[in-house]
Structures are given as structure tokens and as C-alpha cells.
């Protein structure tokens, strides 16, 4: 009895050990509402009681089960012991009158298990078993009825085979004539309805995990994409769609702002209609997302773009004092522009700074709106501007027009841009998209 009880013991810790192990290893079985019926078969052996006229014994059986959901099957079982030899205890006297049996036996069980459709799946079972020996047992006891209880696991291989683990206690009879009977036993299982999946090479281009036409190799291996998400970069342009110039334009599938105009590159394409490969679709002298953004003018149309001036002006470091070799490009707009051209016109003033390795934000947002500041002081100054036809603003880094270094930035993108806006300025005719702004600035530059 010891022996079986610690046998069953260490049966029932092997399962809840799997259980660790389950959690974390991948799904492999079908789900019992497809695939609910299985059958196994295999040996088995079986461990009498010690106080018993039978030796231990291999034997055979099989099972049917049904999963009745994701934690319950009920499983029928029939065993068959072919041949048992007699056993005369050491503490009796009388000897059994026969030498060999055989034996046969069947019942039902619930299985309830713990983590179900993992390629390990353990679990605890409690059921009845009737059974019957060819010979005469104690009390002349041929048939018997027991209650079992234990503990076993699949190791799924794929949807449709796996092997199974058993082991159970049977207790029969009462008081002095109670027995405690042991089964061991392992079977390979088949599940009826389940289909081993294809197998896939992803070195053969087949597999498309997030199914958007380019397949996981060449993903990972040409394009660098994420092969579980369509749109990488998120920017309403599905990665098959940018590399493969579906609507005509080749853009970056990782970058959602391929000509940093500020707008997403899906954003052109499917709604305001620009090229995301331009950064100034019209070619009239403004980036398109400032004319949609900033402008409210049409980015198809070259007439309505505002008079844009782009000043690389070079200030020491933490200044925004405007050195004397710049007065001349600022002379064209205060002098010329704003007063003999356009003397009713506005100006808008945007500082930028580009973003080396280490660049605080909130610094650079104040840098650059000192030094828009300064541009305007100068042209107020100088030729006689009022204040109030003039806006300065800072973008810190948020608005590059030229790809900056990760380690170095880009002077280029450290400058002051004055947009200015004529009093006869034109107005296009053409009727345009409606959309939220905010749904189709590109990530990097939304404030």
C-alpha cells in the first residue's frame, strides 16, 4: 500500500510540475468544439495489493474520449490482462488452488485539465472501474468495482497525435478485505477531425504572417518590416503597398513621412492626393504639409503657395543674436518683400534647430523661438515692420527638412523660415478634401 501511495504521490507532483511548463510552451491541439473526439491505445501495468493472490502484471488497453469543453473529458476505458501468475503471501498458510488468470476490466473517468491545448498538458482524473478475474479471489470475489483517482499528460506532437501518461489508484471492497491496486500505463492518442497543418518553408517565400502580400523572408531579409503587421510604420500604407508602388509611389515602408513634408505618406496618397515622394508636390516654393497644415492653401495648386524664405542663419552657441553677414537676405524681405512689393502683406516667422545626439527638447523649443524672435526684432527694427503684420513661433526640433544625424543632426535644419502672405494673394478654386488635421500628420511632428 506504501508503495502504491507514493507512486500516485509522485504522479499527481510530476503534473502540477508540467503546468510550469505549459504555460510558456507554444498551442498545439485543436480546440475540443472541433476536434472533441480521440482514441489511444498502449500498455500498460498493473500492481496488485500485496495482501492479493496476484502477481504483478503487464496488460493492454485503450480509451475513448470526449472534451466536453477546454478543461472536462470523459473517457470510457477497456484493459485486458492476458496472463497473472499466483502469489502466495509470506503471511499466510493457504495457497491459491490455481496457478495462472487472466483478467479484463473497463469504466469511466473525468479528466479535468490544467492547461489545455499546450503541447504539455497535464491533469488529475477520478472515475469508476468494474473488472473480473478468471479465477476465484478471496471471499470467492471474482468481479469488483472500484473507485480510481490520478493523475497523468499529453505531449502533443501536432493537432492530431500526441502521447499520453497515466497513472492511477483503484480502491475496492471495504474494511479488511478493502484493496489498493495500481495502474501504469502509456498510450499513443489520435484525435478524430484533426489535421497535421501544413508545413511551411519561410525560406520558400510562403508564409505571410500578417497577410499583407509580401511574405514573412522577404520581410525580414529585403525590406526589414515587421512581418506580423502590415503597416510597419503606421502610416496608412500597407508595406506591400509602399514597395511595391501600388499607387505609383515607392516610399518607405518604415518611415511614415518619406519626403518629411509633415504629412503621412498614406495620408497623401489616399487623401489629399499629393506625391509622398515630393516634399512640394505644386512646386510652388512650400512643402505641402505646411501648406495644408500651417497655410490652409492648396498643396496641387502652384499659385496660392505663400513666399517662403529659408535663413540657414548661423548663431554662436546658446545665442540668438543675428551676426551682420545675414542683414542682406534679410534686407530682400524687409526692404523689398514686405515694403516695396507687398507693403500690406503678413509674415509668419518659424524657428528650427536640427537634433544631435543628446538634444533636449524643451531647450531647443526655446532656442528656436528666441532666435524667430530675433528675425523679427531685426525686420521690425531695421525697415519699419509693425509687430503686429509679423507671428514668431519655435519648433525646436520637431519639423526637420532634411534628415538629421543621429549622432551629428543637420545644419541645415538649424534656420529661421518666413512665410509670407501678400494681401492679393490667390485662392484656389478647386474643392478640397475634408479631413481632421490630426489624422494625417506624420508622427515625428505632431506637437
Same mark, same amino acid.
Given at each position: 500500500?506504501?508503495?502504491?501511495? %507514493? ?75 492476458? #496472463? ?18 487472466? +483478467? ?22 477520478? %472515475? ?38 497515466? %497513472? ?31 508545413? #511551411? ?21 529585403? =525590406? ?15 508595406? =506591400?503597398?509602399?514597395? +511595391?508602388?501600388?499607387?505609383? #509611389?515607392?516610399? @518607405? ?16 496618397? $489616399? ?28 498643396? $496641387?495648386?502652384?499659385?496660392? @503657395? ?49 537634433? $544631435? ?18 528675425? +523679427? ?12 503684420? +509679423?507671428?514668431?513661433?519655435? =519648433? ?25 502672405? !501678400?494681401?492679393?494673394? !490667390? ?21
Amino acid at each position: 500500500m506504501k508503495k502504491l501511495v %507514493g507512486l500516485m504521490g509522485a504522479a499527481l507532483v510530476a503534473a502540477t510540475v508540467l503546468v510550469d511548463r505549459a504555460v510558456a510552451a507554444p498551442t498545439t491541439a485543436e480546440p475540443a468544439e472541433i476536434s472533441p473526439w480521440s482514441v489511444s491505445a498502449g500498455p500498460g501495468y498493473l500492481m496488485f495489493d500485496g495482501n492479493q493472490w496476484d502477481k504483478d502484471a503487464p496488460y493492454v488497453q485503450g480509451r475513448l474520449s470526449y472534451a466536453v469543453n477546454r478543461r472536462l473529458d470523459w473517457d470510457t476505458f477497456l484493459f485486458l490482462v492476458p #496472463y497473472i501468475k499466483a502469489n502466495v503471501p509470506d503471511n499466510r498458510a493457504e495457497v491459491p488452488d490455481w496457478s495462472t488468470a487472466w +483478467m479484463g476490466g473497463g469504466g469511466v473517468e473525468g479528466i479535468f485539465h490544467l492547461t489545455r491545448w499546450q503541447k504539455f498538458d497535464p491533469y488529475f482524473a477520478a %472515475g469508476l472501474q468494474a473488472s473480473y478475474i478468471s479465477e476465484e479471489q478471496k471471499n470467492d470475489r471474482q468481479g469488483d468495482v472500484a473507485v480510481r483517482m490520478g493523475a497523468g499528460a499529453y505531449y502533443h506532437f501536432n493537432e492530431e497525435w500526441a502521447l499520453r501518461f497515466d %497513472g492511477r489508484m483503484a480502491l475496492g471492497g471495504i474494511g479488511a478485505d478493502s484493496e489498493a491496486n495500481g495502474f501504469i500505463e502509456g498510450g499513443l492518442c489520435w484525435t478524430w477531425g484533426a489535421k497535421i497543418p501544413a508545413k #511551411y518553408m519561410v525560406g520558400g517565400g510562403a508564409v505571410d504572417s500578417d497577410a499583407d502580400g509580401l511574405t514573412d523572408a522577404q520581410e525580414t531579409g529585403i =525590406y526589414k518590416t515587421n512581418p506580423f503587421d502590415p503597416d510597419t510604420d503606421h502610416d496608412g500604407l500597407t508595406d =506591400y503597398e509602399e514597395v +511595391m508602388s501600388t499607387y505609383g #509611389y515607392k516610399t @518607405d515602408p518604415l518611415n511614415p513621412d518619406t519626403d518629411l513634408d509633415m504629412l503621412k505618406d498614406g495620408a497623401e496618397v $489616399l487623401v489629399i492626393g499629393t506625391d509622398p515622394t515630393d516634399a512640394d508636390t505644386d512646386d510652388g516654393g512650400v512643402t505641402d504639409g505646411h501648406e495644408v497644415i500651417e497655410d490652409g492653401t492648396d498643396p $496641387l495648386f502652384k499659385a496660392d @503657395d505663400l513666399i517662403l524664405f529659408s535663413l540657414n542663419l548661423q548663431f554662436d552657441k546658446d545665442k540668438s543674436v543675428i551676426k551682420p553677414i545675414y542683414f542682406d537676405k534679410l534686407e530682400i524681405i524687409g526692404a523689398k518683400t514686405m515694403t516695396r512689393e507687398h507693403p500690406g502683406a503678413t509674415a509668419k516667422l518659424e524657428g528650427h534647430a536640427d537634433k $544631435l545626439k543628446g538634444s533636449k527638447a524643451e531647450y531647443n523649443q526655446a532656442l528656436s523661438e528666441r532666435r524667430a524672435k530675433a528675425v +523679427m526684432d531685426h525686420l521690425s527694427t531695421k525697415f519699419n515692420i509693425a509687430p503686429s503684420r +509679423m507671428t514668431a513661433v519655435g =519648433y525646436g526640433f520637431a519639423k526637420p527638412k532634411y534628415p538629421n544625424d543621429p549622432v551629428m543632426g543637420n545644419p541645415l535644419n538649424r534656420r529661421v523660415d518666413v512665410y509670407v502672405r !501678400p494681401v492679393d494673394h !490667390p485662392v484656389s478654386t478647386r474643392e478640397q478634401p475634408k479631413f481632421d488635421v490630426k489624422d494625417v500628420i506624420a508622427p515625428a511632428t505632431v506637437e
